[in-house]
């Protein structure tokens, strides 16, 4: 069964600060692996997706990275601002989702 | 941008009551899902749906809950007598593939009182 951690669970920094997301799991067969933002009782917004065959993946202040054989994926976040308070979640895809519990990432103005 | 709509967004309902959750996955999706969202906890697979059928489904998903499409475009979750513990967020989502991106609505809120 695929386990998903996801470390630190909580982080708080002051704005401008980049910040550092860990997620590791435990069965290297995947497709996929996602990213999601989630904000207090809201959906899941898709950040970034890397397929198992990529390293990485970008999208404007955001850089994932994926290291498939040892389990872990990054997610950094460039000079980050208070909207980037949220928590987020990692989520690896063979045949469905399986999701760590989240980072909740604080930005001090 | 195609999404996915889930109704309704909030729902109450009494122990005992059946319910049912409404999606509308993205129209060319072939692949459909429901997970849920205990408050304060991780974001769990409930089951999978593809050609009409069942193609996965955890421990969660009991006699209690079924699937169904009724038609070409919603895709339907009940909850046959709801229980206190099954208070929590559910969400739908769907891609047009398994290894391809999971689109997910913005969530039903169920409380069962």
């Known amino acids: 069964k695929q386990e998903v951690t996801q470390i630190p669970a909580a982080l708080s920094v002051p704005e401008g600060e980049n910040l550092v997301l860990n997620c590791s799991f435990t069965?290297?067969?995947?497709?996929?692996l996602q990213w999601f933002r989630q904000d207090p009782g809201k959906g899941l917004t898709s950040l970034l997706l890397?397929?198992?065959?990529?390293r990485e993946q970008t999208s404007g202040r955001l850089n994932a990275s994926l290291d498939k054989s040892s389990g872990r994926s990054t997610l950094y976040i460039a000079a980050s601002q208070p909207g980037d308070s949220a928590t987020y979640l990692c989520?690896?895809?063979?045949?469905?989702?399986?999701f760590g519990a989240g980072t909740t990432v604080t930005v001090r103005a | 941008e195609p999404e996915v709509t889930q109704t309704p967004s909030h729902q109450v309902t009494q122990m005992g009551q059946e319910v049912i959750l409404r999606c509308v996955p993205i129209?060319?999706?072939?692949?459909f899902y429901w997970y849920r969202q205990i408050l304060g906890q991780k974001v769990e697979f409930l089951v999978s749906?593809?050609?009409?059928?069942?193609?996965?489904k955890s421990e969660i998903f009991d006699d209690q809950f079924s699937v169904e499409r009724p038609d070409g475009s919603n895709f339907t979750l009940k909850i046959r007598s709801t229980k206190l513990e099954d208070s929590a967020m559910y969400f739908c989502?769907?891609?047009?593939?398994?290894?391809?991106?999971?689109?997910f609505g913005q969530g039903t809120r169920l409380t069962v009182v």
């Open positions: 989520a690896v895809a063979y045949y469905k989702l399986s």
């Open positions: 069965d290297s067969a995947i497709y996929n």
């Open positions: 890397i397929q198992s065959s990529q």
């Open positions: 129209s060319n999706h072939l692949y």
């Open positions: 749906f593809y050609n009409n059928e069942i193609s996965e």
């Open positions: 989502a769907s891609n047009e593939e398994t290894n391809t991106e999971a689109f």
